[in-house]
């Protein structure tokens, strides 16, 4: 059973930057592009970047130039550099292949104050 575990979640203001990490066991990360979403209060959830095995990379337009996907295949992890918060920003993240068909972890809150 493939486990996800976010984490590097956190409170910043507005401008500020976060990095976060998602470490899964088994090998799935070699076998799959590999995403990062995101779920505001009373929102769907939506997903923010995505990479695939070779790393090439794709991002939501509202993210598009503050963040930064990145993946270590040898260490079963995939990371989201966030620059440039804004509050709009606020919500859990989650990570999952992409598209997504593993269960979901727990997430990691992120909140940006203005």
């Known amino acids: 059973q493939v486990q996800l575990v976010e984490s590097g979640g956190g409170l910043v203001q507005a401008g500020g930057s976060l990095r976060l990490s998602c470490a899964a066991s088994?090998?799935?990360?070699?076998?799959?592009?590999m995403g990062w979403y995101r779920q505001a209060p009373g929102k769907q959830r939506e997903l923010v970047a995505a990479?695939?095995?070779?790393?090439?990379?794709n991002y939501a337009v509202s993210v598009k130039g503050r963040f930064t996907i990145s993946r270590d295949n040898a260490k079963n992890t995939v990371y989201l550099q966030m620059n440039s918060l804004k509050p709009e920003d606020t919500a859990v993240y989650f990570c999952n292949t992409f598209p997504s068909y593993l269960d979901w972890g727990q997430g990691t809150q992120v909140s940006v104050s203005s």
């Open positions: 088994g090998s799935i990360f070699s076998l799959n592009a």
């Open positions: 990479i695939t095995r070779s790393g090439s990379t």
